[in-house]
Every structure is written in C-alpha cells, then in structure tokens.
C-alpha cells in the first residue's frame, strides 16, 4: 500500500507562483514515477507533469515553460513547481505513483487525496 500527501495549494494572483509537494511513504519511491494531473470542475482530470524514478521528465503542452517537477528521493516528495500561473490553472492537483512516467492517468496506481489551487485573475 502506498499513501500520497499532498501540501502547497491556496490562492494566488495570477502571474504569482506556488510550489506543490507530495509526500509518498509505503514502497521503495526512488524506483517509481511520479505523476502530476488535474481537475477543474466540470472537466475531465488532465495529465500535468511526471518524472521517472532516473529524473526524466514529461510535461503537458500547456504548462511547458511555467512549470517544473522534480524530486526528492531522500525525502521521498516529489515537488511541483508553478511560476506563471493563469486563471486556467485552477483545478485541484493530485499527485500519483506509476511504474514509468506517462500522461495516462488510468496507468496509476495510487493517488493523493488533492490540493486546491487558485489562480485569480
């Protein structure tokens, strides 16, 4: 079994930043990717950033440039990084544990219970 904690959400302006966390305990994290969706009400959950347990890195089209995933396997988190944030960056963010890094989310096994983030314009 494997518990993910996400911490960092809140309100900001946009143009602002924010940097997520996910805390993951209960398997050997280095080996695994790590994943990064969304959902804004109303709408499907949507593939954000992942990284692989080497550091390779996949990002959605529309966050390229802006944000950053990275982690920390001593600590066991992975961090998601968000500088440039729009009004359409609102949605609550979930972190998930897969065996390699990819942008489908029914590739996950585990997720975190989600952290709000809004952007206000």
């Known amino acids: 079994q494997v518990q993910l904690v996400e911490s960092g959400g809140g309100l900001v302006q946009a143009g602002g930043s924010l940097r997520l966390s996910c805390a993951a305990s209960?398997?050997?994290?280095?080996?695994?990717?790590m994943g990064w969706f969304r959902q804004a009400p109303g709408k499907e959950r949507e593939f954000v950033a992942a990284?692989?347990?080497?550091?390779?890195?996949i990002y959605a089209d529309s966050v390229k440039g802006r944000f950053t995933v990275s982690r920390d396997n001593a600590k066991n988190t992975v961090y998601l990084q968000m500088n440039s944030l729009k009004p359409e960056d609102t949605a609550v963010y979930y972190c998930a544990v897969d065996q390699v890094a990819t942008m489908r989310s029914d590739e996950y096994d585990y997720w975190g219970q989600g952290t709000q983030v809004t952007v206000s314009s």
């Open positions: 990284v692989n347990g080497s550091g390779g890195r």
């Open positions: 209960g398997r050997t994290f280095s080996r695994y990717a």
